[in-house]
């Protein structure tokens, strides 16, 4: 019996570190075979028959990581990665139809934004199927395709997904009838190769639609019952000020809502509402409004007026301006020197 059994049966029914917990799984299916032989990239790993019985399936599609987990272990679980800051850049819908997974209750979905998660556990009950599909994409860059002038982004939460954030957000809600539908159809998917790959992502999208829907409605219950005052008006233009000063060394979204007196939530909607905005597309705004004026005065490099306005990565620097502009910041400088 190796020294991590060993320490797993010392802590039955207790904890295992998430490190642990991955080698066990690791180590128990390093000749794991794909599901469908026809797709190399659809994984079922059995689950370590010191924890219980059944699997775990990782289907990879176009951005999309698809992951299906159905198994039962024989004790009440708690897997601990407290130890150390973990940095999830992926965003993760998950929905549950039996069973417990990291404090969320069989029925029931969660979203996990991009961000670092300190002080993470989750805990698994024992003697309970455990029926779940998660739904992984690598970046926002799927959810960003659909994003037109003409489409305004919502809800207000999503836009922590859409533009990068440095607190991470969790919502969990009910899993609805619909997405039960999807689910089931999901897990028990009659095709394999190109059809079951094309299957898939057209389930998942429309899960995550789903999902989107059901947060933009939470989101307007919620907006209602919010009015903002005459000051907490002025303490949203008292943020913008100290976001425009600030352009190439802002403060995070919570240390600003510190600053000027407003719950983090409120800050949010008081720049949606007062400037038709997120704070960080106000930011953004200015930023690129900052280099174009720079750009104009041709008395700096294109290298120099990205770090002026915050940005130590060139390229996603010129990524922000063409947003904004439609072109490059060189095309740009060279047009106007034209």
């Known amino acids: 019996m190796n020294s991590i059994q060993c320490k797993f049966r010392k802590n039955m029914g207790h904890c295992i570190s998430l490190a642990d917990y991955q080698e066990l799984w690791t180590k128990y299916n390093q000749n794991a075979k794909p599901a469908d032989l026809s797709d190399p990239n659809d994984i079922i790993n059995m689950c370590p028959k010191q924890l219980g019985h059944g699997y775990e399936r990782w289907i990879e599609l176009r951005d999309i990581s698809l992951l ?153 219950n919620y907006t209602k019952a919010i009015v903002l005052k005459r000051d907490d008006i002025a303490r949203v233009h008292y943020a913008k000020e100290i976001l425009t000063q600030n352009l190439d060394s802002p403060p995070s979204l919570l240390e600003l809502a510190r600053k000027v007196g407003l719950n983090d939530y409120k800050l949010k909607l008081g720049f949606r509402q007062v400037l038709g905005t997120t704070a960080f597309g106000y930011l953004q705004q200015q930023r690129m409004e900052k280099a174009r004026k720079l750009l104009l005065e041709s008395k700096m490099s294109v290298k120099q007026i990205a770090r002026t306005v915050g940005y130590a990565n060139q390229s996603r620097f010129a990524a922000a301006f063409r947003k904004q502009f439609g072109m490059n910041p060189k095309s740009y400088d060279l047009l106007i020197k034209a």
């Open 68 to 220: 299906i987990i159905d198994a039962e272990f024989y004790d009440d679980l708690i897997i601990d990665s407290t130890s150390e800051e973990n940095f999830i850049g992926c965003l993760e819908f998950g929905f549950h139809l039996l069973g417990c997974w990291n404090a969320t209750d069989s029925g029931k979905n969660f979203f996990l934004g991009s961000g670092i998660y300190k002080d993470s556990k989750v805990e698994v009950l024992g003697n309970k199927r455990l029926l779940k599909v998660d739904i992984h994409l690598e970046s926002p860059e799927l959810l960003n395709s659909f994003i037109t002038s003409d489409i305004p982004i919502s809800p207000i939460t999503l836009q922590r997904v859409i533009e990068p954030s440095e607190e991470p957000y969790r919502q969990i809600s009910l899993t609805t009838p619909e997405m039960r539908v999807a689910l089931e159809q999901i897990i028990n998917c009659p095709f394999t190769g190109l059809t079951k790959k094309i299957y898939l992502e057209s389930k998942c999208l429309e899960l995550i639609a789903l999902k989107i829907e059901q947060l933009t409605n939470l989101e307007k």
